[in-house]
Each structure stands twice: as structure tokens, then as C-alpha cells.
């Protein structure tokens, strides 16, 4: 994803997204080694004759994470969506799951193990820690420390891990048990915008990732019809107009999914409604980017789907929204691809000779200046010294 203020640090929400908080536990993680074409858990569980299959992977992954450790738990979602087309889709919502799981070792003084591998599937680990960290002890200071700790630890992996985590905080920190507040989507969000702005203190990155959380979770509940939100329903944009200036474009951008609800999951008439939004351009840019990562999401389980539809969607749209759906179209592969080898097929994209001149540019640019968000100095070096020289001038 991009802000407006630095546009590096997008991704990964709404995230977005757009974003996606993702953490701890256990020592002497070991890498599981699976058979092709199946699920397995660590006792030889095969999920793909389970009548459940999603109950299937979850007991997977948790038994994983308590008996092997938190990066073992992420080799077994990463082999999961390499050879389940079903749960590529929900990949996401599992690591939400491992986030909660954690939590509750990490409560109990458990030791732990944390790694980059917590940003597999756009960072929704961080999500479920930190939602179960604040309803369970409400403790900022808690978070704050170990937003810090994540930082810290992950500082040679990744550079975004405590931005990541403050994600969580504002995903977190919108728990929806105040009924006096449903139907009034300011009154359900303002006790944690004001919460994200204590937290983050005189950060405004962290300030910013941690409101884009709290739309993200405000949005999550208006699909729920006890919240009693309507308007966000009928209208997914309602709230964002009247948001100050600095939270509008993470408003927008995380009301993307009902949205896309609205419109059938139409990314045309998706685009139009954001290209009529009554705001400056550079949101209204920053918003479709965001959109066209879910061209992405939606075909990942159609292992053959055609990538050039989705450039003929841009190639239809008036500048400067064509750059900025190409440039959702390379994220999108950089957030819901693989989670070990994103990159692969994002490069691979930029290289389509479909792509105009301009538009190979700015697929280079997006994935190129993010590789540390989701890879060490030295493998990022690896993979920029693998594109065309011109190119490299975009690496950091």
C-alpha cells in the first residue's frame, strides 16, 4: 500500500490494504518437509479427505505452533497455500487465528520464537495478538513495549515489523462491546483513534498504521447486522468524508471489502465510485491502488487465471488511475502471493509485454522500493540484482 506521506510504507494493508499485527512463541522450530499435493499435520494428518477442511487446518497449524513453535506453524500455512488452492484465499483469516493462539502462550510466560514469517499473508498475526492482547488486558503500555520488541527483533528481517504491529493495535483496539455506540460508526471508533494517537505519540508513521487498523476492524463489523451499520452497508464510503484529513485516505482505503460487496466484486464500478469520491486526487489514486491488489485475491484460486484481464481493466482507465491499478496489480502479487516467494510472480508480471513502457516502470518501482518490507537487506539485494540494471536505481 502507499500513504500520501511516504509511500513506501503501504502495502499492506487496506489493506487493505488493504493491513494487514503477528508474533511470538517457542523455540527449535523445525521445517517441516510435506508430501506434494498434501496437507499434513506433524502427526500425518491428511485435511484433503477431511470433511472439515478448515477445521482441519486449524487444528494443523495449532497443534504446529505448540509443538514445534510459531515458525513451524508458518511452514505448514506456507505448504498450505502452495497445495490448497481453497485456502490461499483464506490465508489471512488462519493467521489471525495463530496471532490469538500466541497470544495465550505468550500470556502464560511461555517461551517464544519470533521471526519475519509473521507477515506471511499480510501481516493478519499482528491482528489477532494484539485484538486478544487489548480486549483480554486493555494494557497500552503492554502493546506499546512490544510493538518496540517487534521492531527490535525483527529489524535485520524486515522494516516494517513495528509498523506492522501498530496495525494490530488499532485493529485491536475496536472490540464493538459498547452497544450504546452501534449504529454510530464515529461513536464506535473514536475512543480508539484516541487510543492510536496516545500510543503512537509524536510517530506519525506509527500514528497512521495504527488508524488504518482501526478502520480495518470498523469495517469487519459492519458486515455483522447486530452493529446496526446501514449506512456502511448501502454505502461503504458514508463515514470517510467527515474523517480528518489525515485519516481519510486509511478510512477509504479499509472500507475497500464492503465495497466490494456493494458492487458484486466488480473492480470497474468499484473504480468509478472511487474516482467520484470528493477528495484530492493523490487519495483517490491511493485508494484504487489499494482496490486492484484484490484483482489478485479474487483469482487466487483459479491457479491459471489470465493476469492480462486484469490489465486490460487499466488499460480502460483514464490517467492517472491506469498507472495506479498496474501498480495494484504488482502489490497485489507482492500481498496475496506466496508467502515465501512473492516476488517471483510479481517480476514476472512486470516483464508482460502487455505492459506499456511507463507501466513496466512503475511495476518495477512498487515492488522493488517495498522488498524490505517483506525481506532481509541481503535477500532483497539478491532479488534486485536479479531485475534489469535500469531498474535497480528503485532498490534501497
Known sequence: MRTLANKNFFLVLAAAILLAGLILVLAHAKTRSLAAGKQQTSAGTDCSASNNQELCWQQQMKQTLQSQGLPAAFDILANLYD?????????????????????????????????????????????????????????????????????????????????????????????????????????????????????????????????????????????????????????????????????????????????????????????KMIEKIPEQTAIKTTVSYSLFHEFIRLNLERPNYNIENGVQICHGLADPYRLSCIEGLAGGHMKYGDPQQAYVKGLAFCKMPILKSDEEDSCYNTILTRLPIWYSPAKSAEICSSVDVKFQTYCR
Request: net charge negative; glycine share 8%.
Open 83 to 271: 497445495t490448497a488452492p481453497a485456502f490461499a484465499s483464506q490465508c489471512h483469516a488462519f493467521t489471525h487465528e495463530l496471532g490469538q493462539e500466541a497470544y495465550e502462550m505468550f500470556a502464560s510466560h511461555q517461551d517464544f520464537e519470533l521471526n519475519s514469517k509473521t507477515q506471511y499473508c499480510g501481516y493478519g498475526f499482528y491482528h489477532g495478538f494484539m485484538e486478544t492482547l487489548l480486549q483480554s488486558t486493555g494494557d497500552v503500555s503492554q502493546a506499546q513495549n512490544f510493538c518496540a520488541y517487534v521492531g527490535k527483533k525483527l529489524a535485520g528481517q524486515t522494516s516494517d515489523g513495528e509498523g506492522a504491529c501498530y496495525h494490530g493495535i488499532g485493529h485491536g483496539a475496536v472490540d464493538g462491546t459498547d452497544i450504546k455506540a452501534w449504529g454510530n460508526p464515529q461513536a464506535m471508533i473514536d475512543p480508539s483513534l484516541k487510543l492510536c494517537k496516545f500510543a503512537s505519540g509524536d510517530n506519525q508513521q506509527f500514528l497512521y498504521r495504527c488508524v488504518t487498523g482501526v478502520y480495518n476492524a470498523l469495517e469487519i463489523l459492519s458486515s455483522d447486522p447486530q452493529y446496526k451499520l446501514t449506512m456502511i452497508q448501502k454505502n461503504p464510503f458514508w463515514l470517510c468524508p467527515s474523517q480528518p484529513e489525515f485519516y481519510k485516505e486509511p478510512c477509504y482505503t479499509n472500507m475497500l471489502p464492503s465495497l466490494l460487496r456493494f458492487t458484486n466484486n466488480d473492480l470497474v464500478k468499484s473504480e
